[in-house]
T-cell receptor
Framework: DSGVTQTPKHLITATGQRVTLRCSPRSGDLSVYWYQQSLDQGLQFLIQYYNGEERAKGNILERFSAQQFPDLHSELNLSSLELGDSALYFC???????????????FGPGTRLTVL | DQQVKQNSPSLSVQEGRISILNCDYTNSMFDYFLWYKKYPAEGPTFLISISSIKDKNEDGRFTVFLNKSAKHLSLHIVPSQPGDSAVYFCAASALDTGNQFYFGTGTSLTVIP
């Protein structure tokens, strides 16, 4: 158990809909990262938040947005869903992420999104 | 543009033998590399890392080798055990991208008892 929790575990929805994925980082971790893993793909970095502020942006579509709340949990909002958005979405956390240092990231179990 | 590549989608090894998983990268600015292991229905878990100032890092049965000139790293598992059967991802990071990781597509390792 990494200490990172994600809800829901599975989500099935229809094209055009909007969903929200939730992530609670490990206690004390300030950085939250979101990744997308599509079929036969590696983990694609979407976005990072550090202590409530956006820190880095990867290949995140404009239809997707995220935020990190004062209690450090994060939500990833996916709107106008398309079939191609079906994927595993992972959240990870690390203690730091702002200063120049490296930290391993601790991953949650993921949310499997199926768009029909 | 896949900056980190794992060209072998799968690998089968006999129990007790050595498993060698390979990873190539294109960005010469990468200076920190990690290996993650993933079981089905779980998130990836950190296995071992290496900084670009080293060419080898060892942790028990796991050793990571880095060849900067070839932009290549490898993970050696000796001896391989059935519990090592999982998908292994390599990841890389560069100083100027903060803690952003670039992941490969993974290699599925099967250790045959």
């Amino acid at each position: 158990d990494s200490g990172v929790t994600q809800t829901p575990k599975h989500l099935i929805t229809a094209t055009g809909q909007r969903v929200t994925l939730r992530c609670s980082p490990r206690s004390g971790d300030l950085s939250v990262y979101w990744y997308q893993q599509s079929l036969d793909q590696g983990l694609q970095f979407l976005i990072q938040y550090y202590n409530g502020e956006e820190r880095a942006k990867g290949n995140i579509l404009e239809r997707f947005s995220a935020q990190q709340f004062p209690d450090l949990h994060s939500e990833l909002n996916l709107s106008s869903l398309e079939l191609g958005d079906s994927a595993l979405y992972f959240c990870a956390s690390s203690p730091r992420g702002r200063e120049v240092s490296y930290n391993e990231q601790f991953f949650g179990p993921g949310t499997r999104l199926t768009v029909l | 543009d896949q900056q980190v590549k794992q060209n072998s989608p799968s690998l089968s090894v006999q129990e007790g033998r050595i498993s060698i998983l390979n990873c190539d990268y294109t960005n010469s600015m990468f200076d920190y590399f990690l290996w993650y292991k993933k079981y089905p229905a779980e998130g990836p878990t950190f296995l071992i890392s290496i900084s670009s100032i080293k060419d080898k890092n060892e942790d028990g049965r796991f050793t990571v080798f880095l060849n900067k000139s070839a932009k290549h790293l490898s993970l050696h598992i000796v001896p391989s055990q059935p519990g090592d059967s999982a998908v292994y991802f390599c990841a890389a990071s560069a100083l100027d991208t903060g803690n952003q990781f670039y992941f490969g597509t993974g290699t599925s390792l099967t250790v045959i008892p």
